[in-house]
């Protein structure tokens, strides 16, 4: 297994597992494919080319089969100390055939020593039900409740 940050020669691979991600969670969903790979493609070259996202995936022969999405997002600086960004990490997902084999926990543990080294105060994330156990298994913590206004 290889695990690296994602290239623009992965876009297509990328695209069609945020589709498939989509559906296995919404299978309610209905959309036009090739309008959703458009409007992705371009968020994706736009990630991948700067600096604020990091797409980390993980390969079995060649083939991607695992990708989680980093967002650094900036802290207001404070006085006494050097303000470091935190990692917003989104879209963690591994195809099915490829579960419970620990590729998911490699993606992570490569994730944390990434964001050590780049002295990131810390990785947030927010699982579904589904998830939590996977991340509590990988040295993550339940933290309080964020709050939200949802803006109509």
Not at 9 to 27: C, G, K, S, V, Y
Not at 53 to 67: G, L, N, Q, R, T
Not at 145 to 151: A, G, K, Q, T, Y
């Amino acid at each position: 297994m290889n695990i690296r940050k994602a290239g623009e020669e992965d876009m297509e691979a990328l695209i069609r597992m945020r589709w498939d991600f989509t559906l296995e969670h919404q299978p309610e969903v209905n959309g036009d494919y090739e309008l959703f790979a458009q409007e992705c493609r371009e968020f994706l070259v736009e990630a991948i080319r700067g600096e604020r996202w990091h797409i980390w995936v993980a390969e079995v022969d060649a083939d991607i089969v695992s990708h989680v999405y980093i967002q650094l997002i900036d802290k207001v600086p404070r006085p006494g100390r050097i303000t470091y960004p935190f990692a917003y990490m989104t879209n963690v997902y591994t195809l099915p055939s490829c579960r419970s084999q620990g590729i998911g926990s490699q993606v992570l543990r490569e994730i944390e020593k990434w964001a050590t080294e780049n002295k990131y105060e810390f990785i947030m994330v927010w699982p579904n039900d589904e998830s939590r156990n996977f991340y509590v298994r990988n040295g993550y913590t339940l933290c309080n409740d964020p709050m939200e206004l949802i803006l109509k």
